[in-house]
């Protein structure tokens, strides 16, 4: 197929700036190329040409400014692709099928985008009717989806993240080691617990919580030493009044607590070695963090919240530490201080974070499960299912049906017979809804 990607107006692809839509664009182009002829549209960056052609791929790199609009401008003079994929921005799905009615259109969801503050019940219709496919990359954001379309349950398949395997090495390994080392000796934290933090400087990633949970943990390891990596946005170390008041809480910590500022996404993979734990403290509903599989590809003992998607890729005791009480800094220092005081138990969970992310989220792993996508959507040949007057499948006449009444009371309820079951659609949700 001819495909197009259609990144958001954050970042641009590739991620030379970070950015989890754009390190998974690039984690699976190796994989999709293979198939297809691949053409990526993103937003203009001082560092890349506005238009350049890389190992097979297009880049075209276009204004953030009416964003959306300058991308339909270029579809506009091209031939019609056969599959756009979005995403993240379910209203420019309709402007691109306008644009090109003859491209089938998929949607990813990386956040809840069906919210409705970003969108009206009028354009969330539209844009599911406008998409072969929706692809989510959790269960909890598929979730936010139904509870207020659930007619997009057909169309909606979950795709998990994953990671670069190669680049990364686990903490056991011999090049593990010597990186672990090299770093702890670079930020001088020899003969240092390190707990690690990598993320966005944000309230909702919950860092301050982190620093708060330190006095707590140093009571008994007072070795520990919270480092924290990240910048205010992606490859911005410029302060505003929360970075600033996380400084100012760890002060008294003196050197317990440590700021790395920005690191570039190239060096993420061996920065989490730095770790001898690694917590996720996120506040918000997180669709699900790829710090997840990052860290289990590196072989640190994890602590994630149960918020959004994050408890779907960590269970429980079994590749990691779940925390229920996730605004309490004193959950956090129980969950670190048993992970230190129980090395073996921490290992353990290392062992199978790994084995987790080898056996389900590579991007080998995620490029199968784009490409099961992308088929489901261009399947033409295939009977569809038709939502008209007739709410029947072509795949039977009215014929070879059975009428059964449905009985409210369910007193005469029998086992249905073994045949092949019409397909019959209830609208009267849809119907109260409007």
């Not at 998974?24 to 001082?46: A, C, L, R, W, Y």
């Not at 075209?60 to 995403?87: C, G, K, W």
């Not at 569809?384 to 499948?393: A, G």
């Amino acid at each position: 197929m001819n495909i197009a990607y259609v990144c958001t107006e954050k970042l641009p692809s590739p991620a030379v700036k970070g950015g989890a839509i754009q390190m998974m664009i690039d984690g699976v182009m190796p994989f999709i190329k293979e198939n297809h002829s691949m053409t990526v549209f993103s937003v203009q960056d001082p560092e890349l040409p506005d238009y350049e052609e890389v190992e097979s791929v297009t880049y075209i790199r276009v204004p953030r400014e009416n964003y959306s609009q300058n991308v339909a401008e270029e579809l506009t003079d091209m031939d019609p692709f056969d599959l756009i994929h979005v995403f993240n921005r379910p209203k420019a799905v309709i402007l691109y099928k306008n644009v090109m009615p003859e491209s089938e259109i998929v949607l990813s969801l990386h956040n809840d985008m069906f919210t409705e503050r970003k969108l009206s019940d009028e354009e969330g219709l539209k844009a599911i009717q406008s998409a072969s496919q929706i692809m989510t990359v959790s269960n909890y954001i598929k979730g936010t989806i139904l509870n207020r379309f659930p007619e997009a349950d057909d169309k909606i398949q979950i795709v998990y993240s994953g990671v670069d395997l190669t680049q990364y090495h686990p903490s056991w390994t011999e090049e593990g080691k010597k990186i672990k080392q090299r770093l702890k000796h670079k930020y001088r934290l020899s003969n240092r617990k390190v707990i690690l933090f990598i993320g966005r400087l944000s309230k909702t990633k919950g860092p301050h919580l982190l620093i708060k949970a330190m006095p707590a943990i140093l009571k008994e390891h007072p070795d520990a030493v919270l480092v924290i990596c990240g910048g205010k946005w992606f490859s911005d170390n410029r302060m505003n009044e929360y970075v600033s008041y996380l400084y100012k809480l760890a002060e008294p910590l003196g050197d317990h607590v440590k700021f790395t500022k920005y690191i570039p996404h190239e060096e993420i993979p061996k920065a989490f070695l730095l770790g001898d734990v690694f917590v996720c403290s996120s506040q918000w509903q997180e669709p699900l963090a790829r710090v997840h599989y990052e860290a289990m590809a590196a072989g640190v003992p994890l602590i994630t919240t149960k918020r959004g998607g994050n408890a779907e890729v960590v269970t429980h005791l079994h590749n990691g530490l779940v925390v229920g009480a996730y605004r309490r800094p004193s959950s956090f220092a129980r969950a670190i201080c048993d992970l230190l005081n129980h090395p073996e138990r921490a290992t353990e969970m290392s062992l199978n974070g790994r084995k987790v992310v080898e056996a389900n989220h590579s991007f080998h792993h995620v490029a199968d499960r784009l490409e099961n996508v992308y088929q489901k959507a261009f399947r033409k040949d295939e009977p569809q299912l038709i939502l008209d007057e007739e709410h029947v499948s072509p795949m039977y006449s009215p014929e070879d049906a059975e009428v059964v009444p449905i009985d409210p009371t369910g007193a005469n309820k029998k086992e249905p017979e073994k045949v092949e079951p019409l397909w019959i659609f209830d609208r009267s949700y849809r119907n109260k809804k409007r």
